[in-house]
């Protein structure tokens, strides 16, 4: 099993251009997660899906962020406009319908300048 | 509401000193109690589950529902061991359950 994959792993871009960052979950695996993790804020959730449904948003800090998770595969989160207080490191998790074995990719390390 | 609580930001020890992680956590349910560890510039990895009361690299954690707390504990540090901590509390609904994460605790273990 590859686990939980993101990509990109890394990315620069200018204030007020689109992000989208992706996430395929581990096969098999029910619920998705997105975390944002900074230096001042630690580890934030910021949606999370169970069987594709979005069930809690309130993380999600403004309108500008948006997430999706079309099928059971795959999910994007996508900052428009991004703005430099975006930067941080944006992990995906994934966790399947029984037990609590949750696991993480390697995150994306997001950079708005 | 569930809320976990790392009191130390930062923790540093000497090679071979015995090291205690506290985790304090509120949630009004049965929780799942999670640690898990990020070593530089890495992913989150699991190190801990307290239902599955195991030892991993050497370190325990004890869940205490009467104080709900859910130390991490490991009698001999290691250089290896330094990086960030974080733990976790899973509650449950009928719509699924999230991972509430508490602040991190940087552990340093000095030579």
């Known amino acids: 099993d590859a686990g939980v994959i993101q990509s990109p792993r890394h990315e620069v871009t200018e204030m007020g251009q689109e992000v989208t960052l992706r996430c395929k979950p581990i096969?098999?695996?029910?619920?998705l997660f997105w975390y944002r993790q900074t230096m001042m804020r630690g580890l934030e959730l910021l949606i999370y899906?169970?069987?594709?449904?979005?069930?809690?948003d309130s993380g999600m800090p403004e309108d500008r962020f948006s997430a999706k998770m079309p099928n059971a595969s795959f999910s994007t989160l996508k900052i428009q406009p991004s703005e430099p207080r975006d930067s941080a490191v944006y992990f995906c998790?994934?966790?399947?319908?029984?037990?609590?074995?949750?696991?993480f990719g390697s995150g994306t390390r997001l950079t708005v300048v | 509401a569930q809320r976990v609580t790392q009191p130390e930001k930062l923790l540093s020890v000497f090679k071979g000193a015995p090291v205690e992680l506290k985790c304090n956590y509120s949630?009004?349910?049965?929780?799942?109690l999670f640690w898990y560890v990020q070593y530089s510039r890495q992913r989150l990895q699991l190190l801990l589950r307290?239902?599955s009361r195991e030892s991993i690299k050497g370190f325990t954690a004890d869940l205490n529902k009467g104080e709900t707390s859910f130390h991490l504990k490991k009698p001999f540090a290691q250089e290896e061991d330094s990086a960030m901590y974080y733990c976790?509390?899973?509650?449950?609904?009928?719509?699924?359950?999230?991972?509430?994460f508490g602040e991190g605790t940087q552990l340093t273990v000095n030579p």
């Open positions: 949630y009004s349910g049965s929780p799942e």
């Open positions: 096969s098999g695996h029910n619920s």
């Open positions: 307290h239902i």
């Open positions: 976790a509390l899973s509650g449950s609904s009928a719509s699924g359950s999230r991972l509430t």
């Open positions: 899906f169970n069987n594709n449904v979005p069930i809690d």
């Open positions: 998790a994934s966790r399947p319908r029984t037990g609590n074995g949750y696991t």
